[in-house]
C-alpha cells in the first residue's frame, strides 16, 4: 500500500522564526490534508490540498502531486503553534482508505 | 460552528469488560470514520461508513470490535472484551462526501484499560 513520510519527526524553534513540513507519499493521491493536533488531542483540519498552492494567515501548504510531496509553511511561528502536525491521503487507486502519516512534532519557544 | 460530538471523553474500564463509544457527526455529512491512535502515532483507520453502509472495515479487530451507524447518522464503536492493548485514543471524524472532501474530528475518547 501506499507509504506516507513525514519530515522532520520533531522540531524545536523559537517563538518568530519560520519552518517547513514535508510530507512524501509513495502513489498517487486523489485527496491530502494538513491537520494540527492539539495537547489536548484534538484534530483541526489546516488545509484539503490534493494539488496547488493553499494560505490561511501564517500558514500556507503546497502540493506537486506529479513528484508526490507536499510541503507545509509556518511563518512567525507562535507558542499556540505547538503540537502535533499530520499530513494524511487517499491513495488514487485502491479503495477510499485514508492514510496518516507519523506526524512531526513542533514546540514553539517562547 | 458545527461540531462533530464524541462520548464519553475518557473511560477506564478493566480488561475483558465491554466498552462502547459514540460519535453524532456533523448534520448532512455522509461520511463517518473511526481511527485509533496510539500515543505518539498517527491515527489508523478502524472502520468508514458512507450512511449506513460500511465502506471499508479492513482494519477493524472484528473479533472484538463492531461498528454500527444504523440510521446513516450517528454511530457507536463497541469492544468487547476489551485488551490491555486497546488502550488508545478513538477519534470520530465525518465528511460530507467520501474521500474527496475536509474531515473533521470530534474531541477523542481516550481509552485505558487496567
Known amino acids: 500500500g501506499i507509504q506516507v513520510e513525514q519530515s522532520p519527526p520533531d522540531l524545536i524553534l523559537q517563538e518568530g522564526a519560520n519552518s517547513t513540513l514535508r510530507c512524501n507519499f509513495s502513489d498517487s493521491v486523489n485527496n491530502l490534508q494538513w491537520f494540527h493536533q492539539n495537547p489536548w488531542g484534538q484534530l483541526i483540519n489546516l488545509f484539503y490540498?490534493?494539488?496547488g498552492t493553499k494560505q490561511n494567515g501564517r500558514l500556507s501548504a503546497t502540493t506537486v502531486a506529479t513528484e508526490r510531496y507536499s510541503l507545509l509553511y509556518i511563518s512567525s511561528s507562535q507558542t499556540t503553534d505547538s503540537g502535533v502536525y499530520f499530513c494524511?491521503?487517499?491513495?488514487?487507486?485502491?479503495?477510499?482508505?485514508?492514510?496518516f502519516g507519523a506526524g512531526t512534532r513542533l514546540f514553539v519557544k517562547a | 460552528e458545527a461540531e462533530v460530538a464524541q462520548s464519553p471523553r475518557y473511560k477506564i474500564t478493566e480488561k475483558s469488560q465491554a466498552v462502547a463509544f459514540w460519535c453524532d457527526p456533523i448534520s448532512g455529512h455522509a461520511t463517518l470514520y473511526w481511527y485509533r491512535q496510539i500515543l505518539g502515532q498517527g491515527p489508523e483507520l478502524l472502520v468508514q461508513?458512507?450512511?449506513?453502509?460500511?465502506?471499508?472495515d479492513s482494519q477493524l479487530p472484528k473479533d472484538r470490535f463492531s461498528a454500527e451507524r444504523l440510521k446513516g447518522v450517528d454511530s457507536t464503536l463497541k469492544i468487547q472484551p476489551a485488551e490491555l492493548g486497546d488502550s488508545a485514543m478513538y477519534l470520530c471524524?465525518?465528511?460530507?462526501?467520501?474521500?474527496?472532501?475536509?474531515?473533521?474530528f470530534g474531541p477523542g475518547t481516550r481509552l485505558t484499560v487496567l
Open positions: 490540498i490534493p494539488s
Open positions: 461508513f458512507q450512511d449506513e453502509s460500511v465502506v471499508d
Open positions: 471524524a465525518s465528511e460530507r462526501s467520501t474521500s474527496t472532501d475536509t474531515q473533521y
Open positions: 494524511a491521503v487517499v491513495p488514487g487507486t485502491g479503495g477510499f482508505k485514508t492514510i
